[in-house]
């Protein structure tokens, strides 16, 4: 199975920083990876697929890269509504896990 | 619009058996697998398996293996979770998620979940 160690775990920030959070899937996942946000309580809402591509209605201050086997996931000028649990998925081959999480806090 | 909607909350004994439906709306359903991803108090998402409505083939993890039925009705537009011999740590919410695009692996839309609890 493909593993994907998300980093770090946690992360703590202020309104208008510029944040990173880092994917690595454990074989190379061509841009089979994909970003999602979890607010408490909620599903999931898929901001970045394959790799670097933004989902319609998702600001342009999150941006995604990376292929093979390293994924960035990069938050400009976090807003309030930015703090949430983040996670990454590579779906090149099943199971397709996702990474552990990282939640973003104030 | 793409709607998913799930069915109710449920409690099980150690042992038993759950099925919970999601209901979709919006989309022509067999376009487009369905993933069922789980979240157990406090962790993260676990990725649980997936099925395609138009052939019914599935897909799963193995962990789940003869555990994890998944299925589907094209005539009411819904597909189905069961998992067999729950234990308590099966305790999660669970969520359906539909994929973005016929050939976009991620999910885009997904299901309000369903709280399972597994206690004696």
Known sequence: DIQVTQSPSSLSASVGDRVTITCRASQRVNTYVHWYQQQPGKAPRLLVYAGSNLESGVPSRFSGSGSGTDFTLTINSLQPEDFATYYCQQTYRAPFAFGQGTKLDI | ?120
């Open chain 2, 1 to 120: 619009q793409v709607q998913l909607v799930q069915s109710g909350a449920e409690v099980r004994m150690p042992g038993a058996s759950v099925k919970i439906s999601c209901k979709t709306s919006g989309y022509t359903f067999t376009s487009y697998d369905i993933n069922w991803v789980r979240q157990a108090p406090g962790q993260g998402l676990e990725w649980m398996g997936w099925t395609n409505p138009n052939s019914n083939t599935p897909g799963f993890a193995q962990k789940f293996q003869g555990r994890l039925t998944m299925t589907r009705d094209t005539s009411i537009r819904t597909a189905y979770m069961e998992l067999t011999d729950l234990r308590p740590d099966d305790t999660a919410v669970y969520y359906c998620a539909r994929r973005r695009s016929p050939d976009s692996s991620s999910s885009l839309f997904w299901g309000q979940g369903t709280q399972v609890i597994v206690s004696s």
